[in-house]
């Protein structure tokens, strides 16, 4: 590691902009002699060669001077010993006035003294390479720092917590109490494992597998709530779009009015919603017209619909259904996306014929009444249970939401069900040994201990610069 990162390097880990404080971070071999360069502490005399350990994990206050050694603030340095620190270098953190001009000065000082600057998520990447966080770990860092819902930041303390790592290792640690057997077994062979041995062999792997596939089976709530889920509210004119837009987005983001054909462009908000982000997009009226610009806003919706991951289909429940309603059925069952029929107006006497008629096309339907605010919950609470939220305890469960590791992780099930079959069939033990030492190598893939360069640096350029 050390060899890896003998470069010294700086970044600015606070949001650019004016601000009370901000904080330029540096780390590794050097990083003492450069942040002693730039910080004078006030009440000490500090040697970068020869550092008291008292001043270790302390607050020293200051004065910062720029690469010109000209005076231009004052502030606050703390200095973290390595390995006991983030990136598990030596590392100095100078907290100083956030404006953005002498914040570029405090980081310009620390390159002019020796340090470089950093890549994206250099930082973490540095804490990685350590041994200080696992991948998983290390992705719900970037996870947490872009998170804009309560959700996400559950989701993302949960990974930084371990939860994933932990169920990881734990599937990890039991096959290879397995493979200790199967060594065995093969480099002795007239030690006949036994029956029993065999038993308990198939029951590692089966636990395993079964482990494997719950892991993944929480993607679909762990992806709803990162990335959230493509949603499209569509209708027909005047059937209350726009008003549950509103209602979910929870401010008068789109316009409403009685006269049809009012929205004519995608609105489009980001919102949690039953736990779960919603990319949401409120589309216009679908309806025959002879407006070009309301009928390129119809094109539009359509092309919405069939592109959408979760159509929201509004219905006038006071009112019987039209073409336009029916065509509104034939395009949300056929997008090949996840539907929720919403019965709209509920505070008005409701059709019990269009109420049967949607009950029976949509297997998912709820009645509301967007203008006054009712069912709303329980519309919440299906987006919510159709993506499995009310299953999961995001701080305490074993979540993925990455890409990555489904992919790896699909590679390991189909590793482990093929374990699986052999012994259940009676193959060579080195062949069920073969495949349960590839499951294993998938899972150290999903948690880093053998990922291959190019996918750790994938991973870390998604951060930003600073952390």
């Known amino acids: 590691l050390r060899g890896l990162f003998m470069k010294t390097v700086c970044a600015v880990s606070t949001p650019r902009g004016k601000g009370g404080i901000a904080v330029v971070r540096v780390s590794g071999d050097n990083a003492f002699r ?128 371990g939860s994933v790592s932990r169920e990881i290792c734990a599937i990890y640690d039991s096959l290879t109490d397995v493979m200790t057997a199967l060594y065995a077994a093969i480099d002795y062979p007239e030690e006949d494992v036994g029956d029993e041995g065999e038993r308990n062999i198939a029951r590692v792997i089966s636990s395993a597998l079964g482990r494997v596939t719950s892991l993944l089976s929480t993607y679909k709530t762990g992806r709803a709530i990162s990335e959230g889920v493509k949603t499209c509210i569509c209708g027909k004119p005047n059937v209350g779009k726009s008003s549950l837009f509103n209602a979910i987005v929870g401010e008068e983001s789109a316009i409403v009015t009685s006269i049809p054909g009012t929205t004519r462009d995608i609105l489009r908000e980001n919102v949690s919603f039953g736990g779960i982000t919603l990319r949401l997009s409120d589309t216009a009226g679908m309806h025959e017209s002879d407006d070009t610009v309301e009928r390129f806003g119809i094109e539009r919706a359509e092309r919405e619909i069939s592109s959408a991951e979760l159509v929201l289909a509004v219905f006038d429940s006071s009112a019987p259904l039209t073409e336009e309603d029916e065509r509104i059925i034939e395009a949300a069952k ?39 605010g009712d069912g709303m919950d329980a519309l919440a609470e299906e987006v919510g249970d159709l993506y499995g939220r009310g299953k999961i305890d995001l701080r305490r469960d074993a979540v993925i939401w990455d890409a990555r590791q489904r992919e790896i992780l699909l590679h390991c099930r189909d590793s482990l069900s093929r374990a699986k079959t052999a012994v259940e069939f009676g193959d060579p033990l080195d062949c069920v040994c073969t495949l349960v030492e590839e499951s294993m190598a998938y899972l150290s893939e999903t948690d880093g201990r053998s990922v291959g360069e190019e996918i750790v640096n994938e991973v870390f350029k998604r951060f930003c610069v600073g952390k």
């Open 34 to 161: 450069v942040a002693l360069s730039v910080f004078k502490p006030k009440f000490a005399s500090i040697s970068p060669d020869d550092i008291d350990k008292k001043y270790f994990r302390r607050a020293l206050f200051g004065q910062i001077f720029s690469s010109d050694d000209e005076p231009v603030d004052e502030g606050i340095l703390v200095l973290y010993k390595g390995p006991a620190s983030f990136t598990g270098e030596d590392m100095a953190e100078i907290s100083c006035h956030g404006g953005t001009a002498v914040t570029e000065e405090v980081l310009l000082s620390c390159v002019s003294h020796g340090a470089s600057l950093a890549g994206p998520g250099e930082f973490t990447k540095r804490s990685f390479l350590a041994g200080k966080l696992s991948l998983t770990e290390a992705e719900a860092v970037g996870q947490l720092i872009d998170a804009d819902t309560g959700d996400k930041v559950r989701l993302a303390a949960g990974a930084m917590s």
């Open 334 to 372: 056929s997008s090949g996306a996840a539907v929720i029929a919403v019965l709209n107006k509920a505070d008005a006497e409701e059709n019990a014929d269009v109420a049967e008629r949607i009950l029976a096309e949509f297997e998912k339907a709820v009645r509301i009444s967007a203008k006054c």
